[in-house]
């Protein structure tokens, strides 16, 4: 008889909409089987309001989800590949931050709190922190102390930690009097699964700690009781119910508990490591090295560097997300910058064409199912068009700030522009103007790192849109003036989380080998096409011009 020696591991992502569970052959990084569960509540629009950019999650959603994907994963192979199952790896979103009770217990899982949105997790694209986010940029270069948005770029952002915390507390009595302390999903869904919700007892992530909540060593962790109270005195005492140490993923959370062994039917006791932001598994799952930037291109990007302590040294990166030692890749410094909106400025103009379909839809006749095919359809058309235009030859110019700026210099300020327009302007051509706009932001990013003394050799690409939309990665690729290779992997960031599942089970030594054995390789690569560089330096200017003309006007609006 022969025996089954094969090992597996599961990544688990949490994204914006929904969660993945992804079974991995640990020894070949072959992606057995996947499952999606959306999350139901989010899905329907609840506890949200885009108009006011308020986006927050129930943590339902997220524990609802987590038990369906690992189920509808695992129940797609045999009972033998769960028996076999030895470790787990967990990314999620953020900074989305929760308040919690002293037993750990998110707010909105008490029934007190359970439709109140600002008991659930912020969403790390919910702005409404702007006007604490400014203060704590002003304080900080102000007070007399350490600047804590050092190594954050320079910037702190409405989308981090602290932002929110405050935000929340000065706005809801009820839940400031409640939570004792506050999570990251990426610390929380771990402590979950090996039973250490106790806000002092679950490993808090270093990544989520050091690119969002100003945790660093040079200053012996997050940041000072005198700085906070000074910025608040509703923030006194919580940094005591935080965290002093921080933990990088190649390090144990802890062992499954035997409770979500049986609901999930994995063997109890395996490693579950400690929680990560997706982008920076998503990289690890992209194959990022040394002078490779990671392109994580979905809803919106997150682009990933990471340098060694001799390159970087005391250097610091001036208007990007954060550097972080061991964020990335242990034993090496982790560098994150990316893009408000990516993907989903396009999917604002297929929302701006669909409502003629959603308004006189039903008076014409069709039925919800045509009404969708319809909607389905709008961006594969416009990009076949958009495909078709000499860019030479049309007048628009777009600013991508739909969403503000995440990066370079971080400005949630600031809103999206059209010009150039015409009566000869077409939809097919705004769309051309945005993807190139998108491109441009994408393009400042790279021209920021290289500012700094930082080397690209390489620029990889994943997620979302580099497998459905051609035109958009030819034109990035055209704009960046630099090859751009399409990881072969379509499920990279739970890949990622999958090898760090791989390493905390003892299957190899540091992730640098689990990359090497369980790497996907590549799919694609795109070439700039030569012919159009003259043209897009030229309207890469005009962009920066247009920006620099029109911010102040824009954050004013």
């Not at 929302?351 to 006749?365: F, K, M, N, R």
């Not at 997620?463 to 939309?469: A, F």
Request: hydrophobic share 40%; proline share 5%.
């Amino acid at each position: 008889m022969v025996v089954d020696t094969s090992k597996y591991v599961i990544g688990v992502d949490f994204g914006s909409d929904s969660v993945r569970a992804l079974v991995v052959d640990a020894r070949t990084g072959e992606e057995l089987a996947d499952d999606v569960a959306l999350y139901s509540r989010w899905s329907k629009g609840l506890y949200c309001d885009p108009a006011a950019n308020q986006f927050r999650q129930h943590p339902l959603d997220y524990l609802e989800g987590l038990e369906a994907c690992i189920i509808g994963a695992l129940g797609k192979l045999g009972p033998e590949v769960a028996q076999n199952v030895v470790g787990i790896g967990i990314d999620t979103t953020g900074s989305t931050p929760g308040p919690v009770n002293e037993e750990g217990t998110p707010l909105a899982l008490l029934p007190e709190f359970k439709d109140n949105p600002n008991a659930m997790f912020v969403l790390w694209k919910d702005h409404t922190a702007v006007a604490e986010a400014d203060e704590i940029n002003q304080l900080a270069k102000t007070w007399g102390g350490p600047d804590y948005t050092k190594y954050e770029g320079g910037i702190y952002s409405s989308e981090w930690f602290w932002a929110k915390v405050l935000h929340i507390l000065r706005k809801d009595p009820t839940v400031r009097e409640a939570a004792y302390s506050w999570v990251e999903i990426c610390d929380w869904i771990p402590a979950v699964l090996t039973g250490t919700e106790n806000p002092q007892a679950m490993k808090r992530s270093r990544c989520a700690a050091g690119h969002k909540a100003m945790w660093h060593g040079e200053w012996g962790g997050l940041p000072s009781e005198e700085f906070l109270v000074k910025l608040d005195p509703l923030l006194g005492g919580l940094r005591e119910r935080l965290y002093e140490d921080t933990h990088t993923s190649d390090q144990k959370a802890g062992d499954l508990t035997p409770e979500w062994a049986e609901k999930l039917g994995l063997p109890a006791g395996i490693p579950v490591a400690v929680g990560a932001f997706d982008a920076h598994m998503g990289a690890v799952g992209g194959g990022i090295a040394a002078n490779t930037l990671v392109k994580i291109m979905g809803t919106s990007t997150c682009d990933v560097m990471v340098g060694s302590y001799e390159e970087i040294s005391a250097k610091t990166v001036a208007g990007i997300c954060g550097q972080v030692d061991g964020s990335v890749i242990p034993g090496m410094i982790g560098l994150e910058a990316g893009q408000s909106a990516f993907g989903d400025v396009y999917a604002w103009l297929r929302s701006v064409l669909s409502w003629p379909i959603d308004a006189i839809g039903p008076e014409a006749g069709l039925t919800p199912e045509q009404q969708s095919m319809i909607k389905d359809r709008i961006l594969v058309k416009l990009t076949e068009a958009a495909a078709q235009i000499d860019p030479e030859e049309t007048t628009v110019l777009a600013l991508d700030w739909l969403n503000g700026r995440r990066t370079p210099d971080a400005d949630q300020k600031l809103k999206g522009a059209l010009l150039g327009l015409t009566l000869g302007t077409d939809a097919p051509r705004i769309f051309r103007a945005l993807v190139e706009a998108t491109a441009f932001g994408a393009r400042a990013i790279v021209e920021r790192f290289r500012e700094e003394g930082l080397q690209i050799d390489q620029v990889n690409a994943q997620g979302g849109i580099p497998g459905k939309n051609e035109f958009v990665m030819q034109v990035t690729a055209d704009i960046l003036g630099m090859p751009i290779k399409v990881v072969r992997s379509t499920q990279a960031t739970a890949l990622g989380a999958a090898m760090f599942g791989a390493v905390v089970a003892g299957l190899f030594p540091d992730i640098a080998a689990a990359q090497a054995a369980m790497n996907s390789g590549f799919a694609k690569e795109y070439q700039p096409r030569p012919e159009f560089k003259e043209h897009y330096d030229r309207l890469y200017a005009k962009y920066h011009q247009a920006g620099e003309l029109l911010g102040d006007t824009l954050r004013q609006l």
